[in-house]
């Protein structure tokens, strides 16, 4: 395994420009730098408020950086999310770039087995692999059998987040982004998070991750780092 | 890493280059360039009279525009100008390559005849005689809008709004076409309606490779169908990107004003 850095963060900027306040503007972060290189697992500190958030949305190119580039390494190059073209943006999240958000995005009437696979789908897995895969995230996750054909959309938030985690690491993902995935998770539910991310740490994935229970933090983290040392001056 | 295909393709299927019409002295839509790739499903979003209908009926050959250029690769000619083309040659790959889907189902079927009939008949149209092959095509495409095969032979008023626009759908999908523009699809349906027939084309869309431009001014429609964005006001467009990019940070004043104006449930 190379020891080439999978995400490249640089020089980044965020300030947001509201031109519907009277053009407030907030400025997040500045001159931003961070590598992650495969097997790392960077936890982001800082209060809640720091812009956590709006770096790991601007990493996955959900938000747009007003300066700055984010690099990441997809079939061999990098790849600068930031100035990329919308398709090659899609491209990079759908094989390498996985997000794992604290809330699921349900889309009516498909079944949460169905939406557990169509990342296998979509990634050329035949139906028969996909569904034996899923079938068993969701059953290692706990998630009770009865709810395997339903749409998720009356779930508990705490049964969604399991959804929305098996979803993420059906596949083996290059590069993770964790968004607080165990948020509304209990122990039990979170311990399985944690041997997830450490069997994806094991195969060579590079994450960053938000975690608000000390406990996930401490057992997944390979190195803290500090937004508020890049706050931008207001 | 296995070897994936990619599932769209560099070269463009479209291509608009400095599109404006003009209404007199008022503008329909100004300047407006972008491309379209195989399988990309691109928005047209913004308040009425902002111009996504005008450069809707530009792009699809409805409506000449008065300035600017739109390149279709067509299996025939290659990447041409569609308006360079003459009038036959021109409707022959609207009907062949195109599709479509109209808000209102009314102006996209032909309501005196049955709900099957207006299905296969773009398989006529493209010079399909075999009636048997024609009828079991056109019973898989009623249940794949699901809709139920008794009523084939039902005409367009008897059925429901919601069903007729899923016969519509059918009609445009049926010969297998590789661009499929769509004017407010859901417009003028209930929510719960709306939610299937949604459902039912972000479907469709994926499992045929399908390109699309859908002009709508519901951001949910938006951000379930479309890979990307084109915001337009008075004519222009003020902001183009990826759709959750430009939906959840929006940079121009225009589009912070629209997706800030989204009721939230």
Not at chain 1, 11 to 22: E, W
Not at chain 1, 38 to 58: H, I, Q, Y
Request: neutral net charge.
């Amino acid at each position: 395994m190379s020891n080439q850095p999978l995400i490249m963060v640089d020089g980044l900027a965020k300030t947001f420009i509201l031109h519907n306040a009277d053009g407030a503007t907030i400025p997040v972060f500045e001159g931003l730098r961070l590598e992650v290189a495969p097997g790392e697992c960077v936890v982001l500190a800082g209060e809640s408020g720091v812009g956590k958030s709006t770096l790991m949305r601007s990493i996955y190119g959900n938000y747009l950086p007003s300066r700055g580039a984010v690099r990441v390494l997809h079939d061999g190059a990098y790849v600068d999310i930031t100035r990329a073209p919308p398709h090659q943006v899609l491209d990079v999240r759908r094989r390498t770039l996985g997000y794992v958000s604290q809330f699921l995005r349900v889309i009516p009437r498909i079944s949460t087995l169905q939406l557990v696979m169509e990342p296998l789908l979509e990634n050329g897995a035949g139906p028969q692999e996909a569904r034996e895969r899923a079938e068993h995230l969701l059953g290692a996750l706990r998630l009770p059998k009865a709810h395997w054909d339903l749409p998720p959309a009356t779930f508990s938030g705490g049964e969604q987040q399991r959804v929305n985690i098996a979803r993420s690491f059906i596949r083996n993902y290059p590069v993770l982004l964790l968004d607080e995935p165990t948020a509304s998770l209990d122990a039990e539910n979170r311990a399985i998070v944690v041997q997830l991310v450490k069997q994806a740490l094991g195969n060579g994935a590079a994450m960053i991750g938000i975690f608000h229970d000390r406990d996930v933090r401490d057992a997944v983290a390979t190195k803290l780092f500090s937004v508020s040392e890049y706050k931008a001056a207001a | 890493m296995n070897a994936i295909p990619q599932a769209i393709e560099a070269a463009p299927l479209l291509r608009v280059d400095g599109l404006t019409k003009w209404y007199g002295h008022v503008a329909g839509c100004r300047d407006v360039s972008f491309e379209l790739r195989r399988g990309e499903v691109l928005g047209v979003v913004g308040e009425s009279g902002s111009g996504k209908t005008t450069l809707l009926n530009c792009i699809s050959g409805r409506l000449p525009p008065s300035s600017g250029t739109v390149e279709f690769d067509t299996s025939r000619f290659g990447l041409t100008d569609i308006y360079g083309l003459n009038e036959p040659d021109r409707r022959r790959m609207q009907r062949e390559e195109w599709g479509f889907v109209h808000q209102n189902p009314r102006d996209g079927l032909r309501m005196r005849v049955s709900g099957g009939a207006n299905v296969a008949e773009p398989l006529m149209n493209l010079g399909n005689r075999h009636y048997g092959k024609m009828r079991s095509a056109t019973v898989e495409w009623l249940q794949r809008v699901e809709l139920d095969t008794r009523r084939i032979d039902d005409k367009p008023r008897n059925f429901s709004g919601g069903m007729q626009q899923r016969i519509q759908v059918a009609r445009n999908l049926i010969h297998g076409p590789r661009l499929v523009f769509m004017d407010e699809p859901t417009g003028g349906l209930d929510v719960s309606v709306q939610a299937r027939l949604l459902d039912l084309l972000r479907e469709l869309v994926r499992d045929l490779g399908l390109a699309v431009i859908i002009v709508t001014h519901d951001m949910a429609v938006a951000r379930l169908m479309a890979d990307r964005l084109i915001v337009m006001k008075d004519g222009f467009v003020v902001e183009t990107g990826l759709t959750d990019q430009v939906l959840d940070d929006p940079q121009h004043a225009y589009s912070q004003l629209l997706v800030s104006s989204v009721l939230q449930i």
